[in-house]
């Protein structure tokens, strides 16, 4: 494939038009009034959108991030707006030791992980499966996949009884996507490790949940898909177009909020725009 549109790992300032993921419009609750969560690829897009409507709804949040470090103190002061406690780190997910670190310094600074959002991701499409490389390969299951085992098992010494988990799959998960074969195997997985950590949790009555968005206008597809890509990005779609982060978003705070939420595990919400899928 040809160039991406931006340099990876893609900040908000560099898109060709800016992104709905600060809820302006959200009016929160106190559904999660007294919690504190932490959300991996929190500086932009669908994690910036959670994390601020977490925090609308009463949550201290700490946020993991890569390297685009102007986003996430936009984040970081999105948050704090709220009135709510923040906490920003950059972090190589790659890196198990990485992601550890990152849980008890979270955990540190808002005395508790009682929701965790493993929202954080790789993609890079290729023509064919003969274009994925060997490093490109298990960069994107370090990623996609290892971080969030590693994240999660740390973090359930820091959970009270009664957390929530939240992961991100994607629409690409369900159904797969000729260009994204090594992303889409992961999306894959993450269903599948949901679906098993909702039953391995259960005796603690952690919830462990799953949204599988459809085509969203974030960062991430500027930086991963060339100009002619990026310009009909989620024109498949029945409705038409890409949802913004904005849309997503509240399908984390239905799984976060125990309120909304307590009959529910080893589900999955998918906001893809339309699209009915069979089974």
């Known amino acids: 494939m040809d ?12 898109m060709p038009s800016t ?3 600060e809820m302006r419009d959200y009016v929160g609750r106190d559904l999660l009034a007294g919690q504190t969560a932490l959300v991996t690829g929190g500086d932009s897009g669908i994690g910036r959108a959670v994390a601020i409507a977490l925090a609308k709804e009463g949550a201290d949040v700490a946020i993991g991030y890569l390297c685009e470090h102007d986003d996430a103190r936009r984040t970081a002061e999105l948050i704090e707006a709220e009135g709510r406690k923040s906490f920003h780190k950059a972090v190589d997910l790659t890196d198990a030791s990485a992601c550890r670190g990152l849980v008890a ?12 959002v493993n929202n954080a991701a790789y993609q890079m499409p290729v023509e064919k499966l003969e274009d994925i490389s060997d490093e490109q390969w298990r960069h994107t299951f370090a990623v996609n996949l290892d971080a969030i085992f590693y994240i999660t098992k ?29 992303y889409a195997a992961t999306k894959g997985g993450i269903l ?9 949790l259960m005796e603690r009555r952690i919830r462990v949940n799953c949204v599988a968005p459809g085509p ?5 597809i500027p930086a991963t898909f060339p100009e002619e890509a990026v310009e009909d990005f989620g ?16 399908s984390f705070v239905f799984f976060a909020a125990s309120k909304l939420s307590s009959y529910y595990s080893g589900e999955v919400l998918a906001p893809i725009g339309g699209e009915t899928l069979p089974g």
């Not at 009270?160 to 159904?175: E, H, Q």
């Not at 599948?192 to 391995?200: K, P, V």
């Not at 969203?216 to 991430?220: A, E, S």
């Open 3 to 14: 160039e991406p549109m931006i340099d990876y790992p893609g900040r908000t300032r560099e």
């Open 19 to 21: 992104p709905r993921d």
């Open 105 to 116: 310094d979270a955990a540190n600074e808002l005395g508790s992980i009682s929701i965790l």
């Open 154 to 182: 740390a973090a359930l010494a820091h959970m009270p009884d009664g957390g929530a988990i939240i992961n991100t799959s994607s629409i690409n998960g369900l159904r797969g996507n000729k260009h994204l074969i090594d």
């Open 192 to 200: 599948a490790l949901t679906y098993s950590l909702a039953q391995s």
């Open 216 to 220: 969203v206008w974030t960062p991430l």
């Open 235 to 250: 024109e498949q779609a029945p409705y038409d177009r890409a949802a913004q982060p904005d849309e997503i978003a509240p």
